[in-house]
C-alpha cells in the first residue's frame, strides 16, 4: 500500500519552491539545487517538472509540483467547483489505498480560505497527456479502460465513501453558472473557436439544465 503524502505548506506559485521545501517534501538529503520547466496545459491549475540535484548525489532525478492557477478568476473557480479540495483529499485519502496507476505524492497541502493547493508528485514521463480534443485511438481507449478498472477496483461500493460528503458533494453546474462564464469563455478563448462551434454552445446554453436532468435521470 502506498504511503501517504506529507502535509507541508503551500506552495502559491512555482517562484515560491525552495529547496528546503523540496527536501521535507521529498524526506531526501539537502537538496543542492533545481530547475523547473511548465509541462501540460491545465487552466484551473499549473504543473511544472523539477529537475532535482541532490547534496549527497540522491533520487529522484525529477517530480512534478501542481499548483493552483496564479489568474485569480481561474483559481475561483477551481475553489468554487471543489476541485482543488477533492484533487489535494483524493491524493491523502484514496490514493494510498489504490496504488497504480496512480503517481505517488509526495506532499499535498491546502489552503480553503483563500484557494491555494499544492501537489508533489511523481514524475509519470515518459507518459504523454491525452489530448481531449483530438481523442484517442481503439489501442489507447483499451489502455485507459484497463488503468480506470484498476483506479475503481479497490474502492468499488465503499459504504464509507458513498457517504463522505467531499467526494459526493452536489454538482454546482447549472444552467446559470455555464450562462454566466460563456461570454468570459468566448472573450478568453474566442479566438480558438470557430463560428460554428461557437454557435453551437450558445444554443446549448439555454438548455444546459434540462441536459443535466437527463444525466442525472435513473
Request: aromatic letters at 8%.
Amino acid at each position: 500500500m502506498a504511503v501517504a503524502p506529507r502535509s507541508l505548506a503551500t506552495v502559491r506559485t512555482v517562484e515560491d519552491l525552495d529547496a528546503g521545501w523540496l527536501q521535507a517534501a521529498l524526506d531526501s538529503g539537502p537538496v543542492s539545487s533545481f530547475e523547473t520547466e511548465q509541462i501540460g496545459t491545465g487552466q484551473m491549475s499549473s504543473s511544472h517538472r523539477v529537475r532535482l540535484r541532490f547534496a549527497d548525489g540522491g533520487a529522484p532525478a525529477t517530480a512534478v509540483l501542481k499548483v493552483a492557477a496564479s489568474d485569480f478568476t481561474s483559481r475561483a473557480t477551481g475553489l468554487g467547483l471543489g476541485i482543488y479540495e477533492r484533487e489535494v483529499r483524493f491524493y491523502r485519502e484514496l490514493a494510498p489505498r489504490i496504488g497504480g496507476p496512480v503517481p505517488a505524492c509526495r506532499a499535498a497541502a491546502y489552503d480553503e480560505a483563500e484557494g491555494w493547493f499544492t501537489l508533489l508528485l511523481e514524475d509519470a514521463a515518459p507518459a504523454r497527456v491525452g489530448d481531449q480534443i483530438a481523442g484517442c485511438d481503439v489501442t489507447q481507449a483499451k489502455l485507459a479502460l484497463d488503468a480506470l478498472a484498476r483506479l475503481h477496483a479497490p474502492l468499488f461500493e465503499d459504504a464509507q465513501l458513498s457517504s463522505s460528503g467531499w467526494l459526493n458533494r452536489p454538482s454546482p453546474v447549472s444552467g446559470a453558472l455555464v450562462a454566466g462564464l460563456l461570454p468570459e469563455f468566448l472573450q478568453r478563448y474566442g479566438d480558438r473557436v470557430t463560428p460554428e462551434h461557437r454557435a453551437l454552445c450558445e444554443r446549448f446554453v439555454p438548455r444546459v439544465d434540462d441536459w443535466l436532468g437527463l444525466q442525472r435521470s435513473p
